[in-house]
Nanobody, 120 residues
Framework: QVHVVESGGGLVQAGGSLRLSCAAS????????MGWYRQAPGKQRELVAV???????NYAESVKGRFTVSRGNAKNTVYLQMNGLKAEDTAVYHC??????????????WGQGTQVTVSS
């Protein structure tokens, strides 16, 4: 089995900062990419930021210059530093893991999500 767990969400005022953390564990042979997606009420889940095993990053236009995705010293961890938060950043943030398992399959795994609420 593969487990993905997020932490670090909360309530913050507009203009403030939060740092989300994600850790993956289990039968992981190799990681292709880890990233963050978010889903606001009544909206579809959307990409926020992703980082590949090679360190390449990709961001949604709406968060460029404000959010930074990075990997931890442990290869199975990823962080999302969010600065200059806006009310429209309010959503449940989910961590995504794109990996190859010990069974030889490539799959996507999702965490349960962590709520980020930005008050204006």
């Amino acid at each position: 089995q593969v487990h993905v767990v997020e932490s670090g969400g909360g309530l913050v005022q507009a203009g403030g900062s939060l740092r989300l953390s994600c850790a993956a564990s289990g039968s992981i042979l190799s990681i292709n990419a880890m990233g963050w997606y978010r889903q606001a009420p009544g909206k579809q889940r959307e990409l926020v930021a992703v980082i590949t095993s090679g360190g390449r990053t990709n961001y949604a236009e709406s968060v460029k210059g404000r959010f930074t995705v990075s990997r931890g010293n442990a290869k199975n961890t990823v962080y999302l530093q969010m600065n200059g938060l806006k009310a429209e950043d309010t959503a449940v943030y989910h961590c995504n893991l794109d990996c190859v398992t010990h069974w030889g399959t490539r799959d996507d795994y999702w965490g349960q999500g962590t709520q980020v609420t930005v008050s204006s």
